[in-house]
């Protein structure tokens, strides 16, 4: 496969001079030694050195002669051979291969990729646009498999299927806990193929059977609707196969009914959200609305080869207004269209500016059905204009803005994500310099016209939450009309937007099953009826009055919505002479607890001889929780000093950290002299750890009784879990997914811990059965347990034994057993059963079977164990005794301990390098640690199993820090399935910033401290 990628890359890469050896080499094994542990590389391009480690053996590798691809692919051969010598058993060692090949294409470019086999199948199926099925979407939710939308006219709508049912079976297979890829693999299949079901839903006795004949299910990538006046509305979700058909057919419709009521107005084109697919799709979608001229000009090879898409004559699509919608989630052939009808002057851009992916793929399939999808041309819209990095800068820039108690969204530039943001990406060719940041192209182009929009005010987000309220639904509690700006429940949740709903709620049109009129919608609609041209340069002129009216009322409202906080907005000039003092709270010195509503106070004080007018202030920060918060003072008399909070809900799994937060100031008339530079300081919750132990209840009514599972059975395996960490879990589950055997088929897999106090045990207990047909003396169960709130978790993989008869015979023996001080309990009657409890004191228990060597007795309701005779001695009156029994959940990942403590909050370091130390242990055996900063790999060591300390294992590694924070992950694992984490930020302070501090404190630059 490599050789394959690079002869394609050799012969159709759009940019040969992007192709660097070298650099691809070293990339390629970077990628691998995140996708395998023992791995370790060092590769210097420049010096023409690769040092790799693999499990301890380590070899030098000179690579200055690697200049070409084919003298790369002869170079990685060496690697490779010294890898595959030394390097562990792996359980698919494609991903390897995988992994080589995508390092490699990631020096090319962000959408150069080999997909896998996975991906890629979905993928053609979403560019065609249909497939074989029965017509219902489908998501896992608590472990069952669950409809979450019938689609009219297909086979499940026909059936009777709806919303929330669950379906249990795919023929005779469990889907509990089944992964959803797996899930949709199985239920799509050729058109008119018959597939049996098993369907539960709520209110019927049992589960119902159901057979289904296989349609062809079409995805939906057009909706329509005629909107008042008759204005037509189109959104394309994405461009697959069908697009264009389905397109003309809306367009038809549409005009059908708007004939019958004074004829057919104008168009809203919404590609909002829409990232793109099929090239052609899209310059066929252009060509719908134009008559001539280029829809789109596609260079490769450096600009050696150039393709043009013409229009062709079009009727009839080219009598009405257009207004084509748009933002940050509309890329590639949305961008096309958008360019194409923007530049050949058909329609008028309104949105955001979009994302800015202005190349072309192409898909070469492997045998194992992987793809390379790799980058084979640049594209220009009309005018060999591109839109690399930038994207398409609407004609009218609508930016919705948000104005209640909880949160103020109105003037801080807004974030988005872009081709800019993509690591190695192109840059434009029309710049001197590539962006780092989407930032950096925002303003090269300016939009004609700017109008920010009131999308939620105080008065909507209460009306929502008592909406809410009456639904029964946990709405968020919000200020009542005559409390100020701050008076408000400590409990209130102010990510939320009141109305429950994201300022930029359409960056994924595949999210919006309904078409909704927001205000974007029917600005379009309003826009094309006041400015019917067209023409995009006489739709503009027309439409001038109409855009300054809109923005004068949405300014206007506004306003209107900041003054309804209290604050007094009343406008004014900009003093020559600005004077102000600043300060924040919480400082640096303030411990601020993960999870908690933290208050961000800012102070502004006027010390000038003349008031300051409609001051705000916003901040920026690398942490998206504190980045663009924004407040609110007003006017400010001389001498007058304001407060504005802002209440920022922390989640619960954050990370000790230290973050910069700076605070800008403004007016109407731009940037007021002072700015406040903060750091804040974060403490982590304490972690739970999860040990655990299990065993196997076979009490049904032709089960033998003896802990063990055999053929045909169907038994409970009870899961016992210990929270043996330093704080709670808050919210946990534990479940188990079938190892891959459709012969292990699990009736409950899922089971609801909760809250879980450190020391505290609970039992889970699943249900499944094993049928006759299953070979095999073990099989798997892909057990995790999960405390969502703090994202800890442990996964192991679970191998239970299977026989084909009793692994004793036990014969019915009613009674009493007394069993002394610190007996075990087994979960089998044999010699290497696992204990699964101890007691405590002299217990008195019920027997109810026994073997030769054993008792079986009942620990609690709906459980036994097994004590050896030796350890009991028959009691013949009296009554059982509660046992005072401590469960045996022994088994629990290595621990690690790190030689600094997050608990006291985010950790710095003043220099460029840190040094980490720890120790890890484990009972059970080691099996290596390895560390990562920023996601890449700078210690390994493996342990040998016959080695003098097989238990235990002291690291010590140092590492250069990037300036701001550095995210450290360690790793320790007992087994390829078992292991467990520990995550730091480490800051490492600007260098100006690092030598102020130390002068301060007294320490040299560069030395390591924890604060």
């Known amino acids: 496969m490599l050789t394959k990628v690079i002869l394609y890359v050799k012969e159709n890469y759009v940019d040969p001079k992007r192709v660097k050896p070298k650099e691809m080499m070293i990339a390629s094994l970077e990628y691998v030694e995140k996708s395998v542990p ?278 009839g699509e080219d009598t009405y207004p257009i207004a084509v919608l748009v933002n940050a989630g509309s890329a590639s052939a949305s961008e096309i269209v958008a360019g194409a009808l923007k530049n050949l002057d058909r329609a008028t851009i309104i949105g955001r500016q979009t994302f800015g992916k202005g190349s072309v793929q192409v898909l070469y399939d492997f045998p194992d059905d992987s793809a390379l999808k790799l980058t084979i041309a640049k594209y220009l819209t009309p005018g060999d204009v591109s839109i690399q990095e930038v994207g398409i800068v609407p004609d009218i820039q609508l930016i919705p803005t948000r104005a209640t108690d909880e949160r103020v969204d109105v003037f801080a530039p807004r974030r988005s994500m872009g081709e800019a943001d993509l690591d190695q990406h192109f840059g434009n060719p029309d710049s001197t310099t590539v962006a780092k940041k989407r930032e950096d192209v925002l303003d090269r182009e300016k939009p004609l016209v700017t109008l920010k929009y009131l999308k939620v005010d105080e008065k909507q987000a209460q009306a929502t939450a008592k909406k809410e309220k009456e639904e029964g639904k946990a709405a968020p509690k919000t200020a009542a009309n005559d409390k100020k700006h701050g008076d408000k429940d ?83 000039p900009t003093p020559k002479n600005v004077q102000m003092a600043v300060s924040m709270t919480p400082g640096p010195e303030a411990k601020i607890a993960a999870g908690e509503v933290m208050e961000m106070a800012l102070t502004a004080e006027n010390r000038g001889t003349e008031p ?97 599972v055999q053929r045909g059975e169907t038994v409970s395996v009870l899961l016992d879990v210990t929270n043996a960490g330093t704080g709670p879990a808050l919210d946990s589950f534990t479940q188990i ?139 013949k009156s009296g009554k059982a005794t509660a046992p005072k029994a401590t469960l045996a959940t022994n088994h629990r990942p290595p621990d690690i301990r790190l030689d600094v403590d997050p608990a006291a909050g985010g950790l710095v370091a003043n220099g460029d390098k840190f040094t980490l130390s720890g120790v890890v242990t484990d009972p059970h055996g080691l099996l290596d640690v390895y560390v990562l900063v920023n996601d890449q790999k700078v210690y390994f060591k493996g342990v040998d199993p016959k080695g003098s300390e097989p238990n235990t294992l002291k690291f010590s590694t140092e590492f250069a820090l990037k300036e701001g924070n550095n995210n450290v992950l360690v790793v320790a694992r007992e087994d390829s399935d078992f292991a467990s984490r520990r995550t730091l930020v480490i800051r490492r302070r600007p260098a100006e910033v690092a030598q102020k501090m130390a002068a301060q404190a007294g320490n040299p630059a560069g030395k390591q401290q924890q604060q």
Not at 633 to 644: R, V
């Open 612 to 708: 300051l007018k409609r001051v705000r202030a916003w901040t920026e920060s690398d942490n998206a929780f504190l980045d663009r918060r924004e407040f609110l003072f007003g006017a400010l008399a001389p001498g007058e000093k304001k407060t504005w909070k802002v209440k920022v809900r922390l989640p619960k799994d954050l990370t000790s950290r230290r973050d910069d937060v700076t605070v800008r100031f403004f007016d109407d008339n731009g940037v007021l002299p002072e700015t406040r530079v903060a750091e804040l300081n974060f403490v982590e919750l304490p972690r739970p750890a999860f040990a655990f132990n299990w065993q196997v209840i076979d009490d049904c009514a032709t089960c033998n009784g003896d802990g063990t």
């Open 38 to 315: 023992d791995v370790l590389v060092d590769g210097n391009a420049e010096t023409g050195k690769l040092n790799v480690n693999v499990n301890g053996k380590q070899r030098e590798f000179d690579i200055a002669h690697v200049d070409s691809l084919w003298k790369m692919s002869f170079a990685l051969k060496d690697v490779f051979d010294f890898l595959s010598k030394n390097m562990r058993p792996i359980e698919d060692t494609r991903d390897v291969e995988y992994a080589a090949v995508n390092g490699m294409l990631s020096t090319l470019d962000p959408h150069s990729v080999l997909l896998r086999p996975e991906l890629y199948r979905e993928m053609k199926l979403s560019t065609k646009g249909e497939f074989g099925g029965l017509g219902f979407v489908i998501q896992m939710r608590e472990g069952n498999l669950t409809v979450v939308k019938v689609i009219p006219k297909t086979p499940a709508h026909r059936a009777g299927i709806q919303k929330d049912d669950r379906i249990k079976k795919i023929g005779e297979e469990s889907t509990v806990n089944m992964d959803l890829n797996e899930a949709v693999s199985k239920l799509r299949g050729p058109v008119d193929s018959r597939i049996t079901i098993t369907v539960e839903r709520d209110g019927w006795e049992k589960p119902r059977i159901m057979t289904l004949a296989r349609a062809m299910i079409s995805i939906e990538s057009v909706q329509h609707k005629l909107l008042a006046n008759n204005v037509g509305y189109i959104r394309l979700k994405n461009f697959q196969g069908n697009t264009t058909r389905d397109l003309e057919a809306a367009l038809t419709q549409m005009r059908k009914q708007a004939d019958a009521k004074g004829g057919f107005k104008g168009l809203v084109l919404d590609m909002r959200g829409n990232p793109g697919g099929l090239l052609e799709q899209a310059i066929q979608v252009s060509d719908t609305f134009l008559s001539s001229g280029t829809i789109v000009a596609t260079v490769g090879l450096s600009d050696k080869l150039r393709e043009e898409k013409r229009a062709r004559p079009t009727e």
């Open 490 to 572: 400590p409990l209130l949740d102010v990510d939320v937007a009141g109305s429950g709903e994201d300022l930029d709620d359409q960056l994924d049109a595949e999210a919006q099953e309904e078409i909704k009129e927001d205000f974007e919608v029917v600005f379009a609609r309003d826009f094309v009826l006041r400015a019917p041209a067209t023409t995009r340069k006489e739709q503009l002129k027309q439409g001038k009055t109409f855009i300054d009216q809109k923005r004068a009322e949405e300014e206007t409202r506004i306003n209107g919505a900041i003054a309804a906080l209290g604050v007094d907005w009343s406008a004014g």
């Open 737 to 875: 997914k079938n190892g891959g055997d459709a012969n292990i088929f699990i009736e409950k897999g899922r089971f609801k811990l909760g809250e879980l106090k450190p020391g505290e045990t609970k039992t889970a207990r699943f249900q499944l059965e094993v049928k006759k047909g299953f070979k095999g003396d073990t099989f798997p169960l892909k057990l995790a347990i999960i405390d969502e709130p703090l994202e800890e978790f442990v996964m192991e993989k679970l191998e239970l034994p299977v026989t084909d008869g009793a692994v004793a015979t036990m014969e019915p023996k009613k009674g009493l057993v007394r069993l002394g001080d610190k007996v075990d309990l087994y979960g089998a009657p044999t010699q290497a059963a696992r204990p699964v409890a101890k007691l405590s004191g002299t217990t008195v228990l019920a027997s109810e079977a026994a073997t030769k060597g054993f008792y079986r007795v009942e620990l609690e309701k709906d459980r036994f164990a097994f004590v050896r005779s030796q350890d009991a001695k028959e009691v």
